[in-house]
């Protein structure tokens, strides 16, 4: 049964930086891409970034200055690591399985992070 | 990066009514064209994949179709269940999103 979970802080101060897990059960990390989707409170879907399978990554370019995703396949767990967080950042953040066409089709139930001193 | 544009932002209707909502790309997107749906607790279930296909165990109800910058996602008769957020995405470059469709009981 494929399986995605977030975790990290719910709280943020402005500046400071961003760490999310995504832990994963039901596949492997090395035969599927995980991509990171984000939604700010009442609007709408962000793509954020991934990790294929093969371990390489892509990043929105809007925030690929402040942004780096890496993973740990033994443990099944890909890491989100955005920096200089701002106000804007506040958002609750998914992790989703991708597969081919770029269809998404596992989600995690998301994480909200509020970015807030 | 290649805008989606989704139409409507929200839309009043009738259970058993057919309903179809559009999606136009800022460019040409190959069908690399999906569907979602999510429900009022925020969770994201993907409907079609790749303009016309449906997920496993989506209903019939379900429709997409659509070509170049074009595309829409149809439901053939509302039921209790559908009345959600619907969201297209494209993946011809770095995948964007629609704004959203929210479906609501009239």
């Known amino acids: 049964q494929v399986q995605l979970k977030e975790s990290g802080p719910g709280l943020v101060q402005p500046s400071q930086t961003l760490s999310l897990t995504c832990t994963v059960s039901?596949?492997?990390?090395?035969?599927?891409?995980v991509h990171w989707v984000r939604q700010p409170p009442g609007k709408g879907l962000e793509w954020v970034g991934a990790?294929?399978?093969?371990?390489?990554?892509d990043y929105n370019s809007a925030l690929k200055s402040r942004l780096s995703i890496s993973r740990d396949t033994s443990k099944s767990q890909v890491f989100l690591k955005m920096n200089s967080l701002q106000t804007e950042d506040t958002a609750i953040y998914f992790c989703?399985?991708?597969?081919?066409?770029?269809?998404?089709?596992?989600w995690g139930q998301g994480v909200m992070v509020t970015v807030s001193s | 990066d290649i805008q989606m544009t989704q139409t409507p932002s929200s839309m009043p209707a009738s259970l058993g009514e057919r309903v179809t909502i559009s999606c136009r790309a800022s460019?040409?997107?190959?069908?690399?064209l999906n569907w979602y749906q999510q429900k009022p607790d925020g969770t994201i279930k993907p409907l079609i994949y790749?303009?016309?296909n449906l997920q496993s165990g989506v209903p019939s109800r379900f429709s997409g179709s659509g070509s170049g910058t074009d595309y829409s996602l149809t439901i053939s008769s509302l039921e209790p269940e559908d009345f959600a957020m619907y969201y297209c995405?494209?993946?011809?470059?770095?995948?964007?999103f629609g704004g959203g469709t929210k479906l609501e009981l009239k």
């Open positions: 460019q040409g997107i190959s069908n690399y």
């Open positions: 039901g596949f492997s990390l090395t035969s599927n891409s």
């Open positions: 790749y303009t016309s």
């Open positions: 990790i294929w399978s093969g371990g390489s990554t």
């Open positions: 995405q494209q993946y011809d470059s770095s995948p964007t």
């Open positions: 989703t399985r991708g597969l081919d066409y770029g269809c998404f089709d596992y």
